[in-house]
């Protein structure tokens, strides 16, 4: 039976910070007993193609999951695990924001099967945060952090962000060891990307505000490297530092290839090389399922040569690399002369600075 990884779309927030590019909303908090009543609609008509799957990992992403009452969150993983088959180990993973949460939120969230928190931190800098547009402040998160850990959570993700307007080395690199002193058992480190179609995006592009700057970008993921690898952290993807036994398997099924269901507005899918995603608008989305329709907003089915160029580029972002025989073994010891790749046996693995530039690494070793 193949194993894949179950996504869950909760489109809602508090309010839109200026640089997200993600499929949500504030003010849309009225939808969401609809929303997930079409939920729990679109996994009883997905069900049929995903029988043959046992998922070992399920993530409530967004959005902000913890935006919906708690038993709310509860009553559609219980409804998940009565429509497909879902190892009694899974992974299960919530997104959170620090505003969103108290200690009593989070008990009810352990004590129903939530086994992971994924926490929304961006930065200790409280310049940061502002320049961000996050509600939270860095002591909302701390608590939050402390709420998660009362609560008895022992695998908790904290999300940074780095590159923001105003940040210099000496901020990120407290912001790296004021996360670090919490303890987490997992680190995501994201460079701030300007994507165009964002409140933040049309302030760069009317020159009110300078987009990141890509050489302090690249110092920040070396100081990232640097600390957290000081602090006993593995550094197993590009963006993800674990503790040992504590890499996300959510996703580490997406970096693997291996397929996953996506349900909720405009959520994406993959099996078999065929990708698809859900139509983008809550309310449209809602509309379709009460139609008894899944659904679907697009779907593409990649050549061969896509899906070999993406398994190289996901797996040459993990820290264990790909085998030799997927790439151009004379460019591959190129790299490993300019310090960029090591050869592991008979793998090849991209250094810390070769993930900075995996991108550019993987078109030149695809040959
Ligand atoms: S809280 Fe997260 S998902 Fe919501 S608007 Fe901000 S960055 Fe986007």
Known sequence: MSRAGLYAHIPFCLTRCGYCDFNTYAGLGHLSAPYVEALR????????????VEFTSV????????????DELLRLLGHFRQTYQID????ITSELNPDTVDPVYLRTLLDGGITRLSMGVQSFDPAVLESLERLHSPDSARRAFAAARRAGFANVNVDLIYGAHGESLESWGSTLRDAAELDPEHLSCYALTIEPATPLGRKVAAGLTPAPDPDLQAEMYGLACQVLSAAGYGHYEVSNWARPGFEC???RG??????????GAGAHSYRAGRRWWNVRP???????VAAGRLPRGGEERLTDDERRLERLLLGLRLSDGVPVAWVDEARAEGFVADGLAERRGE?????????????ELVLALAG
């Open 41 to 52: 609609g679109e996994a009883a008509l997905a069900a049929a193609s995903w029988s043959d």
């Open 59 to 70: 993530f409530f992403g967004g959005g902000t999951p913890t935006t919906l009452p708690a």
């Open 88 to 91: 009694p180990g899974a992974e």
């Open 249 to 251: 398997v959510h996703n």
């Open 254 to 263: 997406y970096w693997e290839g291996r397929p996953y269901l996506g349900l």
């Open 282 to 288: 809550p309310q449209q989305y809602m509309s379709e």
């Open 347 to 359: 793998r090849v693995v991209l250094t810390d600075r070769g993930m900075l530039l995996a991108n």
